[in-house]
């Protein structure tokens, strides 16, 4: 087994979990190429992302990142404050159905209509709005269902739920610069996400002190390419910008900031020769600048595990009342939105070989994965590339140095579609199985549909292979079919 402090699995661990597939017949002939997890590694980083933070704070894993349906339960029932971020309606839609709370649940879009907001709203999520404008739709929206709503006809003896319990947060982009993946990059001086803290200063400010039920700041920074200093000087700009709006909300009678969202994007390594920066040395970066993000109240009730949740209390449509809440003794609930980094290093991708063109100068390895899971490894391979690893027919690791490199293709039809090239591997034959490592995350959710290939089987895995779990099957061809009527 590997240490539980590993940032990535070892070569053994994918030997043994490759043999054992082979040898349990779980790789099919019609299985050209699968993904598979290491569920134990998951648990290991799912757990140690929450003890990481203060006890009560919501880890909402990003659904973009991996959502397939048995991972995302899988990570839910580890603990109850494990939640997902999701990009879209439907991302919502997926984690309803698949058993997460409506507080748990963090809806982030750049473009959310009308009904979006409308169907977040009533299901009780909690909205992090992206713009000015979103705040206003917000608002009247509020307005219309407050006005729809008749406390008599409840079923609640006091007739007080309100027409919506969810909570509500605007997007600020802290402008803190971009990272070495522009792609990635979304704190630049521009940035199509959020509202710029430099430019729109006074009308952010004015929209907390016009909407009580406006109660949480979200920010983000990058995905990969941007290092701690950039995230908590991100951090650090809007928790100083919360305190400064606190004050006045307090004066005016508003409840205080109760949610601060600081995105994800904590970089991962993608080859065994880099250390990635530590999640340790992370949160004490933030603690050190942003330290009142870390008080916790000590008498919060307990749930399993010894970790307090403190109630996390719904924004109600009625006007905030009665005596606010000292400033000095009260924190703001933490949201996390980590996807790349709970994900990558759990997973990897096997194909098999299915030919070997040899031409001079060069060898072609062509493969049963392409652009169609390694979208960006084609098309930006200067920011975006893994290790590899040789394994014969029988899962025996392949050594040496071949004296010629090998491009490794996929099944697409464009020339672009060539995941790797120039690599330096050992001699690689026909129906051997190459390893694409560290690709558990932003792969097969940025799965094409062009060339209408089938979805591969995906595996999850225990204790190196020795217990296996299938987490979504090969797409049957008639499935494929259905996809196009």
């Known amino acids: 087994m590997r240490p539980k402090t590993a940032s990535a699995l070892s070569i053994g661990n994918i030997q043994q979990t490759l043999k054992n597939a082979i040898a349990g017949s779980l790789i099919r002939r019609e299985d050209t190429a699968l993904i598979f997890y290491d569920l134990d590694f998951l648990q290991i980083r799912i757990r140690k992302l929450i003890s990481s933070f203060p006890p009560g704070s919501l880890h909402a894993l990003a659904i973009k990142a991996n959502p397939l349906i048995r991972i995302m339960d899988f990570a839910r029932n580890i ?44 299901a009780g999520v909690h909205i992090n709005a992206d ?31 309100p027409p919506f319990q969810g909570t509500i ?93 600081i995105g994800g994007g904590l970089p991962v390594s993608y080859r065994q020769d880099e250390e990635p920066p530590s999640m340790e040395a992370y949160v004490a970066a933030i ?40 400033i000095s003794t009260r924190t703001p609930t933490l949201i996390t939105e980590f996807g790349r980094w709970i994900y990558t290093n759990a997973g990897w991708t096997v194909s098999r070989v299915e030919y070997v063109k040899r031409d001079p100068g060069i060898h072609t390895a062509m493969l049963h994965v392409g ?44 020339s672009g579609d060539i995941i790797a090239r120039k690599v330096i591997l050992p001699t690689i034959e026909e129906s051997d ?9 932003y792969t097969f959710s940025m799965w094409s549909r062009y060339n209408s290939r089938q979805t591969p089987r995906i595996v999850g895995y225990f204790n190196d292979g020795e217990k296996f779990e299938i987490l979504k099957d090969r797409e049957a061809m008639n499935n494929l079919f259905d996809f196009w009527q």
């Open 287 to 326: 603690n050190l600048r942003a330290p009142g993000l870390f008080e916790w109240q000590v008498s919060s009730p307990k749930i399993k595990d010894n970790i307090p949740k403190p109630e996390i209390k719904r924004t109600s449509y009625l006007k905030h009342s009665g005596q606010p809440a000292d």
């Open 433 to 441: 199985y190459l390893v694409i490592r560290e690709s558990g995350s």
């Open 131 to 161: 713009n000015l404008a979103e705040l206003n739709r917000i608002d009247m929206l509020i307005r219309e269902m407050v006005r729809g709503y008749d406390p008599l006809s409840s079923d609640d003896a006091q007739g007080m739920p």
């Open 169 to 261: 947060g605007i997007r600020i982009n802290p402008q803190v610069g971009l990272g070495t993946i522009h792609e990635s990059s979304v704190a630049g001086t521009y940035s199509k996400f959020g509202v710029p803290i430099k430019y729109q200063r006074d009308s952010l400010a004015e929209a907390f002190l016009k909407y009580d039920w406006l109660t949480g700041i979200h920010l983000h920074v990058g995905s990969q390419g941007c290092n701690i200093q950039m995230l908590v000087n991100g951090i650090g700009i809007l928790y100083d910008f919360m305190k400064e709006i606190d004050e006045k909300r307090l004066h005016k009678g508003f409840r205080p900031i109760s949610i601060f969202d």
């Open 371 to 414: 652009a169609d899971l390694f979208l960006r490894e084609c098309l930006n391979p200067k920011d975006w590339s893994h290790e590899y690893i040789v394994f014969d027919s029988n899962g025996n690791l392949k050594t040496g140095v071949n004296e010629k490199p090998y491009n490794l293709a996929g099944p697409l039809c464009f």
């Open 79 to 122: 603990h109850p404050r494990i939640g997902v971020e999701a990009a879209s309606p439907g991302e919502v839609n997926l984690a309803l159905k698949t058993g997460y709370l409506p507080g748990n649940i963090v809806y982030d879009s750049p473009v959310k209509t009308r009904d979006d907001l409308e169907f977040a709203l009533k």
